[in-house]
C-alpha cells in the first residue's frame, strides 16, 4: 500500500484546476472538528476526574471523545465509499486501495482510530465498574482509547497534507489545517504525558528534559520542514498554547463539588490544566534554523541542521521553561489567568503543591536530554521529509 504518487495530473483547463484544487473539501473540515472535539473531551475529561469523580460512562466530556470518534469514522467513511464507487479515475488513482476499497491515506488511518475508540468504550466501562478509578491515566482501556485518538489525529494531519502537496497556488488553506492538526497532537502528546512534563513542579528534573526532548524536536522539527504554511512549527505551538489556556479559562468557569470519597479538599469549580510549556519561543528558533535548509540539501546538511534545530530547542526551553515554571509555584501565578496550584479533590493539601518535586537536573542528566534531542530531531527530519512527498 503505497502513499506516494507523481505529481497530481494536469485538468484540462487550467482555470478549472485552480477552482478545483483552491476549494478545501468538507471533509477536512469534518476531521477537523474531530480531532478538536476529542481534545477537548479529554481534557475535560481530566477535569472532570480531578473535580468530581467518576459518576457515570455517559459524562459530557466523554460524549465528545465519543462524538469525534464518530464524526472521524463516518466522514471518512464516507469518502472512501465516494471515492470508490462515485469518483473520477483520476480520485481513484490518487487514492490508496485497500480491501478494494479506495481513499484518502488520512482516511483510512482516521477509520481505525474511531474503530479503537469505539471498542474502548465498553472496555473502559468494565474497567471502572470492576476497579474502580485509574490510578494513572494510561489504563488499558484508556491506552486502545489513545491509540485511537491519536490515529485520528494523525490521519487528520495526512488528509490535509496529501491536498497541500498537490494544491495548485500553494494550498495554504490546507497547509493551516495540516499545521493546526499538528498543533492538536502537541496538545494530545502533552495530555498522555501529563504525570511527566505537565506540571511545573516537575520543570526542573532530570525526566521533564528526557521527554521534552523525545517529543518536541520530532514533531517540531517535522511540521517545519513539510509545513508550506509560514512558520509551521511555531504555529503548531500556539495553537497548542492556545487550546490548552482557553481549556484553563473555560473550565474554571463552572461550579463542581467532588462526589467521591475521600474528599481531601474544599473544590468549588472545574479544576484546570496546568498552564501550558512555553513552547511557541523554541519552536520559533526550531522555524528560523530550518529555513536556512533549501529544499535539494545534501543529507549532511539536513542533518546538522536538524541536530542543531533540536539542541537549539532544548537549549530555549530549558532556560524559558525554568523560570517560567518557578513563577507557576508563587502566589503571583494563583489566579484565574494562570490558573496555578489547582489540585485534585482527594489530594492532601501540603507544601509540596508550591515545591519541585524532583531533584534537579544534573549534567549527565542534561546531557542525555542532548543526545535524546539530536536523535529525536533526526528522526523529525526524516518524517517530515516523508510528509513533504506524501500525495495520496
Given at each position: 500500500m503505497s502513499t506516494l504518487a507523481p505529481a497530481a495530473p494536469t485538468?484540462?483547463?487550467?482555470?478549472?484546476?485552480?477552482?478545483?484544487?483552491?476549494?478545501?473539501?468538507?471533509?477536512?473540515?469534518?476531521?477537523?472538528?474531530?480531532?478538536?472535539?476529542?481534545?477537548?473531551?479529554?481534557?475535560?475529561?481530566?477535569?472532570?476526574?480531578?473535580?468530581?469523580?467518576?459518576?457515570?460512562?455517559w459524562t459530557p466530556a466523554?460524549?465528545?471523545?465519543?462524538?469525534?470518534?464518530?464524526?472521524a469514522g463516518l466522514s471518512c467513511g464516507w469518502t472512501v465509499l465516494a471515492t470508490t464507487f462515485a469518483g473520477t479515475?483520476?480520485?481513484?488513482?490518487?487514492?490508496?486501495r485497500f480491501w478494494g476499497f479506495r481513499g484518502p491515506l488520512g482516511a483510512w488511518v482516521c477509520i481505525w482510530g474511531s474503530l479503537a475508540m469505539i471498542t474502548s468504550g465498553p472496555l473502559d466501562d468494565w474497567w471502572h465498574n470492576t476497579y474502580g478509578l485509574d490510578v494513572e491515566i494510561l489504563s488499558p482501556p484508556h491506552t486502545v482509547l489513545a491509540a485511537g485518538i491519536l490515529a485520528i489525529q494523525i490521519g487528520a494531519m495526512l488528509m490535509a497534507l496529501a491536498r497541500q502537496n498537490t494544491a495548485v497556488g500553494g494550498g495554504r488553506s490546507e497547509s493551516f489545517l495540516f499545521v493546526y492538526a499538528g498543533g492538536v497532537l502537541l496538545l494530545m502528546l502533552a495530555t498522555l504525558t501529563t504525570n511527566e512534563i505537565t506540571f511545573p513542579n516537575d520543570q526542573h528534573g532530570t525526566l521533564f528534559f528526557l521527554v521534552s526532548a523525545g517529543i518536541f524536536p520530532f514533531v517540531l522539527v517535522g511540521l517545519s520542514r513539510s509545513a508550506r504554511f509560514p512558520w509551521g512549527a511555531t504555529m503548531a505551538a500556539a495553537i497548542y498554547m492556545a487550546g490548552t489556556t482557553i481549556m484553563i479559562w473555560v473550565l474554571q468557569l463552572f461550579p463542581a463539588q467532588p462526589m467521591l470519597a475521600p474528599i481531601l479538599r474544599q473544590v468549588d469549580s472545574m479544576v484546570p490544566p496546568?498552564?501550558?510549556?512555553?513552547?511557541?519561543?523554541?519552536?520559533?528558533a526550531v522555524d528560523l534554523i530550518m529555513h536556512r535548509l533549501p529544499a535539494g540539501a545534501p543529507v549532511l546538511r539536513q542533518w546538522s541542521t536538524a541536530v542543531g534545530a533540536g539542541l537549539t530547542l532544548m537549549l530555549v526551553l530549558g532556560v524559558v521553561q525554568w523560570y517560567f515554571s518557578e513563577f507557576l509555584l508563587t502566589s503571583g501565578a494563583r489566579n484565574f489567568v494562570f490558573g496555578a496550584d489547582q489540585w485534585d479533590y482527594n489530594s492532601t493539601p501540603g507544601s509540596w503543591q508550591h515545591e519541585f518535586w524532583n531533584p534537579t537536573v544534573t549534567r549527565a542528566g542534561a546531557g542525555w536530554a542532548a543526545v535524546v534531542a539530536m536523535v529525536s530531531a533526526t528522526g523529525g527530519l526524516g518524517w517530515g521529509n516523508w510528509l513533504a512527498r506524501v500525495r495520496r
Open positions: 485538468l484540462a483547463t487550467p482555470d478549472r484546476t485552480v477552482v478545483e484544487r483552491s476549494v478545501v473539501p468538507w471533509y477536512l473540515w469534518a476531521v477537523a472538528f474531530a480531532s478538536t472535539s476529542v481534545i477537548i473531551g479529554v481534557i475535560w475529561d481530566i477535569s472532570w476526574h480531578r473535580t468530581i469523580g467518576r459518576d457515570t460512562f466523554h460524549l465528545a471523545i465519543y462524538l469525534g470518534g464518530a464524526v479515475e483520476t480520485d481513484r488513482g490518487a487514492a490508496v496546568a498552564f501550558p510549556i512555553l513552547l511557541v519561543i523554541p519552536a520559533l
